[in-house]
């Protein structure tokens, strides 16, 4: 059974493959026609988007929260050509394709020797992205193992064809040393671990349950933590960088406080492009005691 699994999974695959070889703005459009059908089939994930939608945008109308959400699922379909791409592609990323803005702060936080924790949150763009800024600066990401080793050798290998390895969220100790050795990380934290692993601090005016990770490893990492976000021109499809300058006094002795800033770094950038954030996600899943499940309606 697992054999077979395994070979329907490389079928499968040869799809994707053949996207990931045409040019991006070719694929991406071949994508983008599927939207409709994607949003229609995954009526759970659709059903999750509005509710994320109609809790961060309580301002908007009905009308408002659906052009986001339709341009959500473009954006995802964009995603998919765009992974595609960037696994598959051998040749180096132009102009066309995106840029980095603000590099030098990153050079100013590596000036003294340090590793740099670089924190983000999940955008549709987000693997363009960083292949854009891996081909600059050397970066080990952290990610999520697949289930399937088929799909996790095929992420692996396409990644590592533009970083000089990837490191699985859960292996803490490497992590660590990669940035007491003057690494540069990139993480995305922002992701609902849970209570015990969170602390409760606002995000789009919500009581969110918001990661520590990113306090421990720069504390036990002896890194400065500096902000990145991608973000894609719609128009033109080209995707920028935003490297912020790095949080001063980070960590602090305030968790909440520091994580504060890191969600409304999100929240900033995210108003800039609504439809661009992951949204498929249950964000706001655990909630603080006493109040009712946000997505039980």
């Known amino acids: 059974m697992l054999i077979f699994r395994r ?3 490389h079928l499968g695959l040869i799809p994707a493959r053949l996207l990931g070889h045409l040019p991006l703005r070719i694929s991406c459009s071949t994508l983008r026609a599927f939207a409709p059908l994607i949003e229609g089939l995954m009526k759970r994930r659709r059903l999750i988007v509005d509710r994320n939608l109609e809790m961060c945008f309580p301002e908007w ?3 408002q929260r659906m052009a986001i959400r339709r341009a959500h699922f473009q954006q ?4 998919v ?3 595609a791409f960037c696994w ?3 040749g180096r990323l132009t102009e066309r394709h995106g840029r980095i803005e603000g590099l030098e702060n990153l050079e100013r936080a590596r000036a003294d020797g340090r590793g740099v924790l670089l924190i983000t949150g999940h955008t549709t763009c987000l693997e363009l992205g960083g292949r854009l800024f891996a081909e600059q600066v050397d970066v080990r990401g952290v990610y999520r193992r697949l289930r399937n080793p088929v799909l996790n050798h095929f992420q692996t290998t396409g990644r590592n064809r533009y970083s000089p390895g990837m490191v699985e969220r859960s292996e803490l100790k490497a992590m660590i040393r990669y940035l007491r050795a003057g690494e540069v990380v990139w993480y995305a934290p922002d992701q ?4 015990e692993r969170s602390v409760f601090v606002e995000f789009f005016g919500l009581q969110t349950a918001t990661s520590r990770g990113p306090l421990e ?3 036990m990492g002896r890194a400065s933590v500096l902000p990145m976000f991608p973000l894609k021109n719609p128009d033109t499809g080209q995707v920028t960088v935003h490297m912020l300058p790095a949080f001063d006094h980070f960590p602090s002795d305030d968790p909440a406080a520091d994580l504060r800033r890191y969600n409304a770094f999100l929240e900033d950038h995210i108003r800039r492009q609504p439809a661009q954030y992951w949204w498929l996600h249950r964000r706001f899943k655990s909630v603080p005691e006493g109040e009712v499940d946000r997505y039980a309606c």
């Not at 609902?192 to 209570?195: I, L, S």
Request: glycine share 4%.
């Open 192 to 195: 609902d671990f849970g209570p």
């Open 61 to 63: 109308d009905a009308a």
């Open 217 to 219: 490893l720069a504390r």
């Open 76 to 79: 995802l379909s964009e995603a």
């Open 7 to 9: 070979i329907l999974t």
């Open 88 to 90: 598959c592609h051998r």
């Open 81 to 83: 050509a765009e992974t």
